[in-house]
T-cell receptor, first 118, second 114 residues
Framework: AQTVTQSQPEMSVQEAETVTLSCTYDTSESDYYLFWYKQPPSRQMILVIRQEAYKQQNATENRFSVNFQKAAKSFSLKISDSQLGDAAMYFCAYRSAISGGSNYKLTFGKGTLLTVNP | GAGVSQSPSNKVTEKGKDVELRCDPISGHTALYWYRQRLGQGLEFLIYFQGNSAPDKSGLPSDRFSAERTGESVSTLTIQRTQQEDSAVYLC????????????FGPGTRLLVL
């Protein structure tokens, strides 16, 4: 079974600064997808960024980028120019690329609570 | 277009009662997922529906939990004889097809069992 570990329960960053959230995962599969989701107090899970394991290039979405190290099974999220609206719980998630049933489920880490200080 | 919606937003019930939680997926999305989020934890997979196929129930924690889905529309998650350990946020997600890896989440139902 796959597992996802987020070792930082809480992080804080000053507005306009850069912060990196860590995520490691364990799998025996060679092809899979990785995600970062943001969950503000409204509880709505919002997709921040996704990475396909077979792509070596790191994904970027505006101020958000990842450092995907497949051999190390590491998938960190970098937030540049942090804004007050970035404050939320951030979850790292894994999904198998194998078809069928519960293979389509997302496996989540326990989350990192990000505080942005003005 | 409209996103995934869930109702009720919050539910308080007494131990031993049955509860029903509802999820309306994004129109046209054939795949639907239920997850449970306990306080301070990540999301745990409960059940997956794809079209009219038999659901994958491998994540349901006990036989007190069941879920139904009518075609490619609304789904209900039922918890019978609720226990305090069932207190959590129950989140629903949908995707256009199961192969489309991005899941779109609803706002969840917060269940509190007294």
């Amino acid at each position: 079974a796959q597992t996802v570990t987020q070792s930082q329960p809480e992080m804080s960053v000053q507005e306009a600064e850069t912060v990196t959230l860590s995520c490691t995962y364990d799998t025996s599969e060679s092809d899979y997808y990785l995600f970062w989701y943001k969950q503000p107090p409204s509880r709505q899970m919002i997709l921040v960024i996704r990475q396909e394991a077979y792509k070596q290039q790191n994904a970027t979405e505006n101020r958000f980028s990842v450092n995907f190290q497949k051999a190390a099974k590491s998938f960190s999220l970098k937030i540049s120019d942090s804004q007050l609206g970035d404050a939320a719980m951030y979850f790292c998630a894994y999904r198998s690329a194998i078809s069928g049933g519960s293979n389509y489920k997302l496996t989540f880490g326990k989350g990192t609570l990000l505080t942005v200080n003005p | 277009g409209a996103g995934v919606s869930q109702s009720p937003s919050n539910k308080v019930t007494e131990k031993g009662k049955d509860v029903e939680l509802r999820c309306d997926p994004i129109s046209g999305h054939t795949a639907l997922y239920w997850y449970r989020q306990r306080l301070g934890q990540g999301l745990e997979f409960l059940i997956y529906f794809q079209g009219n196929s038999a659901p994958d129930k491998s994540g349901l924690p006990s036989d007190r939990f069941s879920a139904e889905r009518t075609g490619e529309s609304v789904s209900t998650l039922t918890i019978q004889r609720t226990q305090q350990e069932d207190s959590a946020v129950y989140l629903c997600a949908s995707s256009p097809t199961p192969r489309k890896e991005t899941q779109y989440f609803g706002p969840g139902t917060r269940l509190l069992v007294l």
